[in-house]
């Protein structure tokens, strides 16, 4: 299948930085991109979707602001955490849709943990 | 926007057993159902996937079905290893478009014993 490469994997950082992950598509041109928080045990909760060459589209609860996001080319897209603080530790993993159209599938990124302290 | 609810939350089983998992899903718009197994600290990874116009499809040991009418689609895990140990997410989504987005039940921790 498709590869979808997420970087760091694991971060720590002192509350108020910025931290950015990477998701790139290694063998395919996403054109869609998501990103997803997952808290231990838990679900994975989409927090917004991103396009190529667009602005994402953010679920509702989550703070565009806080949580940015760019996706300026098919196979890169980033998430910025700004002035991370306790509460955003966290795993925060990416996927990237092969296909437009009918093409549904989603690979997903290794992941990236989060831990502010 | 749609709603999936898994069932259940938690499933232990005996080597060689089968194991099943239940979805519902609130939007009838949605004709795409991918399963994902997600092992501890890992990334989801797809293994089945189902399409509104396919009651069931197969792949070795794993099954899926789909109830259409019902709203509701079930994997299954024939003869069991404990190497299927594992979460496993059932997801619904339309099938494209700018509104697409996958919508995840909240996973069912499957436990293989030995």
């Known amino acids: 299948g498709a590869v979808v490469s997420q970087h760091p994997s694991w971060v720590i950082c002192k509350s108020g930085t910025s931290v950015k992950i990477e998701c790139r598509s290694l063998?395919?041109?996403?054109?869609?991109m998501f990103w997803y928080r997952q808290f231990p045990k838990q679900s994975l909760m989409l927090m917004a979707t991103?396009?190529?060459?667009?602005?994402?589209?953010?679920e509702q609860g989550v703070e565009k602001d806080k949580f940015l996001i760019n996706h300026a080319s098919l196979t890169l897209s980033t998430l910025t955490v700004t002035s991370a603080h306790p509460e955003d530790s966290s795993f925060y993993i990416c996927s990237a849709r092969e296909g437009g159209g009918t093409g549904n599938i989603q690979y997903f990124g290794a992941g990236t943990r989060l831990s502010v302290l | 926007g749609e709603n999936v609810e898994q069932h259940p939350s938690t499933l232990s089983v005996q080597e060689g057993d089968s194991a099943v998992i239940k979805c519902t899903y609130s939007?009838?718009?949605?004709?795409?159902f991918p399963w994902y197994k997600q092992e501890l600290g890992k990334r989801p990874q797809l293994i089945i996937d189902i399409r509104s116009n396919v009651g069931e499809k197969k792949d070795q040991r794993i099954a899926v079905t789909l109830n259409k009418t019902a709203k509701h689609f079930s994997l299954h895990i024939t003869e069991t290893q404990p190497e299927d140990s594992a979460v496993y997410f059932c997801a619904a989504s339309n099938s494209g478009g700018s509104n697409y987005k996958l919508t995840f039940g909240k996973g069912t921790l499957l436990t293989v014993n030995p």
């Open positions: 991103s396009n190529e060459g667009s602005k994402a589209t953010y």
């Open positions: 063998d395919f041109q996403a054109t869609t």
């Open positions: 939007d009838s718009a949605s004709n795409y």
